[in-house]
Each structure stands twice: as structure tokens, then as C-alpha cells.
């Protein structure tokens, strides 16, 4: 179909998107006066420029030629601190370049990149046709019909300049959120201003054919240098150089340009030449020379009278005032050849990438996790030393430009601000420096295409931190200022000009701190509690473990190395959530290596507690000499046998029987050693005399002395059976223990009462043998030799009676005994206890309890218990637990168990009396108890809010649909808390629903377990139109009716009950758009341009 061009106006909308714009230094915007005692190479001051009328007409006065004008600026540093890096025409005076700029010269480090998909629309303000018609809306039905039109071919529209804050896409500029907006500048955004101030002449050699006027001096290939002023998409007033496209027209002076003399300028060769030509975005420079021998090309007035000849040439067929054949021979040809083979470079490919699991992932609408670090590593000496003992880092990133215009990023960072970033300006210097990068020091820093960067943050980093990515290169217009429109008559020359005008295309980034939690070891002795100093224990992997997109540890690495403190304890902080294991790799002084590894899970925000227990390094021997009790003499033939106790079976048991040494005249045990089923406590006993001897010896003893070996050395006595007398030795029937407090007397046979006597003899106690004896035992002519031996009086707490009749002439009498007892019936309690997380229940094992006795005189509890007033915990069942307590009168049977340490990272108070009762058929009464802790650290859960808007309603012109959430409310613990976040949809950003909907979601991540409301802030064009819940925890508050300037929380709201059975909830927003006019959108600017159809 053949397309018309209609001749119409037709006030048009086209929009774009905008973030927050970060401030950055530039020059106030003013002419350049030229000085005619040297060439500039870089302008020092500024100076206002002489209202001069210029004409490109023959014969009208000759204006002052200089010797010098402003060139443009080069294309700055790749790496810059504290500026704004953008192209030459960013400053306002146009400066000598000292080299070729990147964008038309060399191409910077490729670094395995692929190509990136353009994060905004393309420039929509050349030409309108239907590929491009999307981005025009009108307010009327006759627009409505021109944009069908378009869009269906039969119609090419075109455009004017764009005024004010349209933008292009191109590189790419990072802010920190919150920084301030650029103020606006003197000039309104719709304004543009002509300055037209001298000639320009090429040094072609002069010839009298083709001098200029008759001076003598100058030949025909001469200009007038005007330039055009503008505001640009930052508020700043710019400068870019006018190019007169109508060479012999007449010429126009200073004045501010007319709207309607303002349009847009479409041909591809005229934008080419504005690009690369002098002045232009990708200026060539001196690196290219097309010119003839005899013109100096380093002299910018030859290179801007070049593209003045070659634009009036290309638009016009007018070469000024030169001939045809000057043009070829000075090689104004040969510029415009060279220069349509170019291709200008896209300016919206500007990206940022992350390395992850070994390849390059596209950063743009991601969050990236950081990685924790407990140290300063030795590969990243360059991590300041604030952070050096604990900080979080992102993976590598670097800056790409897919279309290698020499576009960046550049990243702010605020006074307040902790972060830090370390970076390399290539791959190359990447490689050779890896621990010596540069490192940001100002508050801002610009980076380009082949850079990267690490971002490294404090540990204790909590919040998310969002980067908006605004393109740093400004997207470049091309206008055309119709000549006869602005004089109001024909015979005016054409102007061209490229501006920095255009919407910018933006992407965003975050990245998040990581959650890392501890883990506390407590070494003590399994019997009695104690803690153990002096162990040292490895903390490893038990399985590979990442934080954010780096594996840490391997499995099995050992991740550190502690030794228990004088409480036994080893803090080991800042790990990874995953799971570990610790292992004992030296011993404390005094005990043996316990090779037995213990695991644990470390979880983020919390301490993990680890009981460990090792046994005690002691050996022994024992010896004895056994004694005539009279003589003192040595004595042979003796048995002793060694026992130890059984926490098992709650007895002694046989260990071994011990050997007589014949030289020392001893009986040896040889070497025993401390177990935790002995808990150290041993027997040696008598059990056979020598012979004609009689004994009963005993004697306990206990290993308590951690690394050393001890030696028992005892005396044993033995009498002759000729010295007779009774030994008896009273002990616990069940456990065997020697037991004190008993009575036994011994009474006398009469024969002439033929009974025995009433009054008898107590038994003397020797408490170095623990044996009941009696005084030597002689025969009498009324005694007869005859004896009887009674316990007239039992152990505290033991029942029994025992007697026995002896008859001292009989040699084979036995005259030695032991007496056993049975414990009187008595009532015991054990307390049991389970010590949990309020929150997870989960079991605590490194709490501490102490159980109090009643005291019935004192009328009070009182901590007398010793040993069994401490709770043990038993890793296998999870209680803490009492041994049996004896219920008396003295303590009623009344107990306080109170809580005297907290675990590691939780609060709380506890303190329950129990009162055990006696019950029938059981002689053994358990109480079982729950205590609870509060976390210091609350559990976290995440809220998902889900953000659905109809994917035909979005116009891009109207810039990204922005979209704010809150979520406020209170924890568990009752502490208030209030988080925000926001969706924006970008082209690609979002997937699209069976329904049509565009749907994006924003997660509010490690929130404190509680109930919160969450709601949407008010956004312009758009009303919220429903609210859902997606998940069983979250109920919907419905109120008025959706209508669009109705505050959405008032409209509808959700709350979200986060619990440990429903830690993550979800939540769906919908709105529908209800303006589609020259209303802005929120964060957004929007321009209304006027098409002309011609």
C-alpha cells in the first residue's frame, strides 16, 4: 500500500519513564567567546558571548575572525570519581578532543557477554510509522483515527523535536534510593535559543579564484558557527553546535527559536553527520583524516567547516560557496563516504551482571543475595578494616554496554551510607590485580562497559538495599529548525542540530544481607557437671554450605577452631545456616580425647547450643600392707578384691582381685582408670584372712583428680585367732555401701545365772577400718568363753535386727562379720523437665536449673541438696532431670525448681514449687514440668504481595507503572514494626496471566513472626480495584467502593497473621487504569509533542 503524508498538526502524546535523577557536577551553562591570542584546548572560564549579528551572506560586514574556537570534549575517563560521566556535549562549553573518542574509535573489553534485550522503548521522535505508533496517544476521536492510521501503514507522520524531559535510552546511571532531584535550570523545557556569533573559514591554501569577498585573505570555504540552547532531560541548560543545512540562504542572528519552526529531523544520513561529525556524540576526531595534505586536520575550524559543507550538501545540494571540485579535492566527500558506513550505536544497552553458579545472570529486576563472611579471607585484603571481622559481599559483577558506545554506570552513595565497593576497570586488570582493586571514595563513581565490582557491606547489613540503574549516556535527538517558519518568509536557511533530549531507560537492582546465626559448646564433666577449660574443638561442614550465590564451605572443611573458656564454652559466630559438626582435636589437661563428633543445624538469628562431655583422665593403683594387729609383723595369704561402682546398676561391682607382692609384702591392685560409668568411686575389701588370722577390712576411695594417677596406699590389721575379738561391719544390703550410725553390744555369758548378763559392752567404731570392734575376749570359769553380739541399734533410714552367739574356745569360731541392712520404706520425687521455644517448641538443652528444699523449722526453701539439686539434661530424651529426691518430715515433700541460666540468645524467668504426695503401690513419684523461653530474635517469616494491572492498559509512554506497598503491624513479642517496597513494571519485567494481566510481586522478606496490615499507597492513573488473599493466614478488610482518587487502604486491606504453622503469606492487589490524558504518572514525567504531517 502506498502510505500518504497528511499536512496537519496534531498534538500527540508520546511518554517515557523516569526514576529519581542524583545530582552531579556541571557546569552553569553559558556562551564561549572566542580568543583570538590562542587555541583552546580545555575552556578555564566562562565567559558571556558578544551579541554579534552574523550573516552567511556575501557582502554584508565582516565579522572578527579568531584564531580559535571551543572544541567539543573528548569522551572523559572511563573511571572517574565524584563526576558525571557522560558524552563530550554533557558540559556546556564544546572543548579540543586530545584523542579519538571511544564511540567511534575502539571498542572496550569484551568479557564473555552476550546480547542483552533493550530495557526501554525505542526513541519515538523521528518519524511516527506502525512500527512505532504504540508510543502516541491523543485526547480526541480524530487522533484516535491518525494513530490507527499509523498503525495501519497508510500514514507516516512527523515529529518535532522533543521539548523538555523526553528521553532516550542509553547507558546506564546507578543511584542510591533518596538521593535529591536536579533543580531546574532559567530556560522552560520547551525553549530553545539560537546563537549565532562568528565565521569560520577552512584553511584551504587561498587562491584568487577562490577567495571570500574579495579580502585576499579568505577563501570560499567559510561558515558561520551558531549553536543552539536547550534544556536537556536533567533540567540543565546544554549547548550543542547548529549546522546551517541551506549553505547560501540567508542566515538568521540570535533569538529564541518558535515552536513550530522546530521539527524533527529523520534522514539517516543528516543524523549521521550531526553524530560523527564535529561536535557530534561520536565526534571521529583526528583519528580520522580525510582532508588533503595541505589542510591541517588537528585545527577544529577545518573539521567543523567540513561537516557544515558535507550537511548542506547531503540536505540541500549546496555547497555554500565552494566549487564542486573543492569539495572533492579537500575530501569533503570522502568525510561524507566514511561516514554513512557508520552506524550509530544504541544507546540503551547499558546492563549489569552477577556471576552465579560459574556463569554471568542479568541483574536487572533481581535481588542478589550477599554473601556473609566471619573474616577478613587473605584473597580480599582490600575489604576496609571496619569490616575486617565480619562483613557481607556480593558476588563479582561487572558493567557491560552490548553496543559498545562507551556508555556506564555510575553509582552514588550517600554521606550516611556504610557500603563499600571495590572495582577493576577491565578483565585484564581484573586478572593481574585481584587483591588490589581500586576502591570508591567519593560519593559518586562511574564505571564503563568491561568493569567490575564487588559491593561489600557491614555484617550487621539487614535491610534490602534497591539500586535504581538510570542510562548515563543521554539518548540524542535530531532537530530540524524550519527557516522559513521562524522568519515568516522563503529564502531562510534550514538549521540541524543533535540534542540531548529523550527518555533515559532505567533498570533496577537489590541486593539483600544474608541471615547468619551462632553456635555455643559447653564442655562438662557427665557425673558431676563441672565445666572444662582448656579443650579445643573444630568446628566443620556437614555438607556444602552457600550464602547468597557462593559456596563457602565444602563438606567436611573445617570452618574454625575454638578452645573452651573457664566456663567451658566456645562461641563460635557468624556461620552460615546449614549444618555442621564439632570434633574434639585436643584434650583439656586431665582428660581423655573424646573422638565421638556431635552435630548440629545452625539456623539464621539464632544460637544453637552444643552439650558436650568428656571423661576424665585418671588412672590409680592401690596397695596394701596387711599387719599382725599385735606385732605389727607382715602378713601373707590374704585375699582383697578390688570393686567399682556401676551407675548402671546403681552397685559395686568386681573389678578385679588384687596380687600379693612377695618383696614388698604387699598386695597390689595394678593399674584401674576412671569411667563415666564408675564416676571414679572404687572398693577394696577383705574377703579372705590369712590363715589363723581373723578380718573383715574394707575401705572406699575415689578417683577425682583429672590427669593425674593416683596411688592408695591402706594398712589392714588382722589378730591372731588366739586374740579373739569380734569385728562386725554394717553395709547397705543393696548397694553394699559401709554404712555408720549403728549400735552393737556384746554381752557376757554367766554360768551361774545360765544366761547371759543384761548389761552389756558397746562395740567401738573405727572409722579407719569402718569396723565395729570389740575389746580382746577372754575366757572365765563363769563365762565359759561363750559371747553374744546384738544390734541394738540401726542406721538412720535402714531397718533390721542382727545377733549373733560366739564361743571364743572354738579355734574355728568365726569372729568376724558383716551385718547388711535394708533401707527403711521410704518416698522419693524425681523432677523432670522440658525446656522448649515458646515459638518453635523446639527442645533447649543449654538452660540451667536448681532445685531448693523445704525447711520446715526455717519455714523457707533453701539450696541444700548439694549434688542433687542440679537438673542434668539428657541429650537422648530431652529432659532435664533430678535424681530421686527423699520425701521427709523435714522437707514435707516440697521442692522449688528455678531457672538460674537462660539459654544462649533467649529470655525468660521460671520458677515452679512441687509438691510431691506419696501414692499407693509405688514408692517413687515423677512430676513433669514445661518451662518456655522467649527468643531474643523473634522467628522470621516473609509477606508476598502480588501486583496484577491489565497488561493492555499499560501505555509506555506514560512511563513504568510504579506501585508502593506498607505492611505495619506488631510481632509476637508485641514490638511494633513497619516496611514498604514497590513493583515497577518494565518492558519484560513482568509475566502475563491467561487473563491478560501483567503481574509482578515483591516480597517483604525476615519479618518478625506477628499480625500485620498491608496495604497500597495512592498512585496516579491507576485505583485499586480488588484485593485477594492467596494464602489461609490473611484476611481481607473490604470498604468502600473502588473509585479512582479514593485512598486504596480505604478501599481494601489485608491482614497477615504470620505463625510458626504459617510463617509465609500472600496477598494479590488489583488495579485497573482510569486515566489516560496528560496526567503524569506517579514517578514518572510525561510530554506532549507536537506532530506536524507534511
Known sequence: MKRRMIGAWMALMITASSLVVSASPAADMSSVSADPQQEQTEPEEEEETPDIPVTDQPGEAEMPVPTALPEPETVEKAFEEGKDNTENTDRDELIEPEEEPEAASKEGENIALTEIPEQTEDPGFTVFTEENAEILTGESEEDQELIQDIENGEIIALSAALPGEFREAGSAEVISEGEDAIAATALSPSQYYLDSWTRVYCDEVWTAANDFLGSGNKTRMGCTYRSVHYIDDTGKEKVSPLYCLKATQDGLDSMTLKNEAVK??????IQKLLYFGYGGPGDLGTGYDPSC???DWSKWQNRYVFTHIALSKVYFNDCGYATAAEVEHT???????????????????????????????????KTIPLSVFRNRPAGFPFVPDSMKDGFQMSTLMKVTDGAKAGNGITITRGAAEKWQLAYWTSAADYNSQKTNPKMMSGPSLSLKDGAYFFLIFPLNASAAKKFSCKMLLQPVSYILVDGSAQAGKDGVQDFGAYV?????????????????????????????????????YGLFAAEALTSGYRTMYSKDQKVSTGTTNAGGEILFSKLVPGKYYVKETKTAAGYKLNTAIKNLTVTGGKTTAVNVTDIMDISGTVSIRKKDGNTGDPLAGAEF??????????????????????????????????????????????TKAPPNYTGNWQKNFTLEKPGEKQEFLFEAVNYQNEKRRIEVRKIDAKTGEVLKGAEFTLYEYSAAKKAYKEKGTLLDYDSSSELYVSSELLKTSDNEGKYKIVETKTPPGYTGSWEEAVDITDKDARLSFAVVNEKEKEYTGVIRLRKTDIYTGEVLEDAEFTVLQWNRGKQTYQNDLGRQSILKFDVETGWYSTEELVLTDANQGRFKVVETKNPENYTGKYEKEVIFQKKENTDTDT??????????????????????????????????????????GTDLSGNPHRYEDYVTFTRGSY????????????????????????????VLRYYLKDVRANTENVHIIKGVAPAYGTDPRKIASGTAALTMQNKNASLTFVNEKSRYDRYSHNDSIKNTIPVSFS
Open 331 to 365: 575530501g569533503i566527500n570522502r568525510l561524507i563516504d566514511k561516514i554513512q558506513t557508520l552506524t550509530i550505536p544504541a544507546r540503551n544497552k547499558a546492563a549489569v551482571y552477577v556471576s552465579k553458579d560459574g556463569s554471568w545472570a542479568a541483574a536487572s529486576g
Open 991 to 1018: 509475566e502475563t496471566d491467561k487473563n491478560g494481566y501483567a503481574t509482578l510481586s515483591v516480597t517483604l522478606r525476615n519479618i518478625p513472626l506477628g499480625q500485620y496490615t498491608v496495604w497500597e499507597k495512592p
Open 500 to 536: 540531548y533530549q529523550g527518555t533515559r531507560g532505567s533498570f533496577s537492582f537489590s541486593v539483600k544481607p544474608s541471615v547468619y546465626g551462632n553456635a555455643k559448646l559447653v564442655k562438662k564433666e557427665p557425673n558431676t557437671g563441672k565445666r572444662i577449660q582448656g579443650a579445643q
Open 264 to 269: 524533527a529531523l529523520t534522514n539517516s544520513v
Open 927 to 968: 512430676v513433669d514440668l514445661k518451662a518456655e523461653n522467649t527468643p531474643v530474635t523473634l522467628p522470621l517469616g516473609n509477606i508476598t504481595i502480588i501486583k496484577k494491572i491489565k497488561e493492555e492498559d499499560i501505555t509506555w509512554a506514560h512511563g513504568n507503572p510504579t506501585f508502593s506497598f506498607v505492611a505495619e
Open 641 to 686: 578384691t578390688l570393686y567399682q561402682w556401676s551407675k548402671k546398676s546403681k552397685s559395686y561391682v568386681t573389678l578385679k582381685k588384687l596380687t600379693y607382692d612377695g618383696q614388698k609384702r604387699t598386695y597390689n591392685s595394678g593399674k584401674f582408670n576412671y569411667t563415666e560409668d564408675n564416676q571414679g568411686k572404687f572398693r577394696v575389701r577383705e
Open 293 to 295: 595534505s595541505h589542510i
